[in-house]
Structures are given as C-alpha cells and as structure tokens.
C-alpha cells in the first residue's frame, strides 16, 4: 500500500500537480531537504504547489526504486529544469525516505548535495562557494522567504 502512495505521489508530481501530492501527507507531516529545511503540515503542501505551478516548461522528473515495508519507504528521483533565477540547467538526483501513519506520509526526507545543486544553479560561484555555510543559509533564506510569500498570496492556511 505505501509503495502505492510513494509512486502515487512521484506520478502527481510528473504532472505538475500539487494539490493529488499534498493530500498524500498526514495532517501532522514533517518534510525536510537541504534547501527548505525543515517544514510542517500545509507548508510541505504549499511548497509543492508553488514549485509544481513555478515549474519551468522543460521540468521533467524520473523516478526508481520505490520500496516500502508498510512503516517506512524509500524511491529515489531525479529532477531536469531550468532554474528560475539564472536559466541554468539542474538534474538533481534526490533520494527520499518516508515513513507513513494511517496510509499518509508522515515524514519525507529528500537528500541530496547542495553543493553540487548551487554550482548548477549557480554556477562558477556556486562551485567555488556552495559548500559553504553561509551561501548554503542564503540559499534556504531566499526558498522560504519565497515560500512565505507564495503562502500569503494564495492564503493559504497553516
């Protein structure tokens, strides 16, 4: 049944459609990955809105090995677009771990190298300086300062 969810879940997301991926998560969800941190509840669904509707024309993902024992799970995803801000092309390679309560997603963990993120996004600055402390902090600052925003124009609840 949760492997169910996890590739319910990816399938929505190949579609831009954020709404089918948050109703894939428990009301009391924890979702983290090294640009957004750490988020709760309709945050992880406002995220997902935003970055399925904020999606660059050519954005594609791919997703494999799709695992779960009913408690736990796993997928690993890979992700192909334009990044906003520079029109750099990313292909990030995420791997997720879940865990589920009453046939939701309780906890999502997407992990994946910021570092090798930013020298795409960013290039030769990113390269050089995307391991380090405080652009990784910008990088996240700007992501939920974004999120916020996209939170208050929908009004959305939280």
């Known amino acids: 049944m949760s492997a169910e969810l996890i590739n319910r879940f ?3 997301f190949s579609r831009r459609d954020g709404a089918a991926m948050a109703q894939c998560y428990h009301e009391k969800a924890v979702f983290s990955d090294p640009v957004f941190g750490e988020l709760r509840g309709p945050r992880i669904g406002a ?3 935003m970055l399925c509707e904020r999606a660059s024309s050519d954005f594609r993902i791919e997703f494999s090995d799709i695992a779960s024992d009913g408690v736990t799970g796993q997928a690993k ?3 192909w ?3 906003a801000k520079t ?3 990313i292909h990030n390679r995420i ?5 589920f309560e009453d046939g939701l997603i309780v906890e999502h963990r997407d992990r994946f190298s910021l570092w090798r993120w930013a020298g795409m996004a960013l290039g030769i600055s990113g390269r050089l300086l ?8 910008k990088i996240g600052d700007e992501a939920r300062s974004g999120l916020e925003l996209y939170i208050k124009r929908k009004r959305i609840k939280v």
Request: proline share 7%; glycine share 8%.
């Open 47 to 49: 995220m997902w809105q």
């Open 130 to 137: 995307g391991w380090t402390p405080s652009v990784q902090k």
């Open 87 to 89: 029109g750099r092309p």
């Open 10 to 12: 990816y399938e929505a």
């Open 95 to 99: 791997s997720a771990s879940f865990r």
């Open 77 to 79: 995803w890979q992700a």
């Open 81 to 83: 677009y334009s990044f």
